[in-house]
């Protein structure tokens, strides 16, 4: 059964940093890419960072060059780590696995970046 469980959320305030970790089980983690997404109140979910099984990075425009996406496959994790945050950052933060059809997702945890 895959299981992602995200972890790192809270308040911090504009210009700080924070980051995230999604610990993966239930599949071969090194086998496959991951995914964070977000999605703010009465927004789209919105794709921020992508990690190919082999390293390889993208990110969303909006966050480009202020996050960075990274994973270890010894531990079954990805991370993102933010910085420069601003209050459009605000948004429940969500770890997400290509697997199957449609995908596995964590249970989202919030990021508020506020003063």
């Known amino acids: 059964q895959v299981q992602l469980v995200e972890s790192g959320g809270g308040l911090v305030q504009p210009g700080g940093s924070l980051r995230l970790s999604c610990a993966a089980s239930?599949?071969?983690?090194?086998?496959?890419?991951m995914r964070w997404y977000r999605q703010a109140p009465g927004k789209e979910r919105e794709l921020v960072a992508h990690?190919?099984?082999?390293?390889?990075?993208a990110y969303g425009g909006s966050v480009k060059g202020r996050f960075t996406i990274s994973r270890d496959n010894r531990k079954s994790a990805v991370y993102l780590q933010m910085s420069s945050l601003k209050p459009e950052d605000t948004a429940v933060y969500y770890c997400?696995?290509?697997?199957?059809?449609?995908?596995?997702w964590g249970q989202g945890t919030q990021v508020t970046v506020s003063s």
């Open positions: 997400y696995v290509p697997i199957t059809s449609r995908g596995s």
């Open positions: 990690i190919g099984s082999t390293g390889d990075t």
């Open positions: 239930g599949f071969t983690f090194s086998n496959y890419a």
